[in-house]
């Protein structure tokens, strides 16, 4: 998964300089990482609070953007089978397509992969995203500004 991280970190510095457009502060990038942890979706809906187009055409289009999150958990129904709401929730709030695609491939090669690789493979994600995110805002607003 670390690879994975590291390419879903890329993206969420991306995210982190698009952040400081919206004059985000790097806890409010940071909770937003946590909260939403939905890259594309986050992007989409930060773009269109900077181009004006105000809360509510955000939510939607980020929603919009990420209804395929519906498909994906769907398709992993049996390892959330059995469990409490709180692990299926957790779970749900966790799945990216790049764990969902690892875990599909675990499978296939007849590897035991269920909920406890899913929420892993998951956390790493989500503290990959978060970091770079909070660094996306934090680097151009202290570090880059006292080099010019």
Known sequence: MLPLALGAAVYGLAFGLLATQARMTELEAGLMGGFVFAGSAQIIALERLIAGAGAAVAVIAGIALNLRLLLITASLRDVFAGRPWWQVALGVHLTVDENWALILSARAKGQNAGYSYLIGAGITVLLAWCWASVAG????????????
Not at 137 to 148: D, G, K
Request: hydrophobic residues 50%; aromatic residues 8%.
């Open 137 to 148: 805002v934090f680097l151009p607003q202290h570090c880059l500004s006292r080099l010019l």
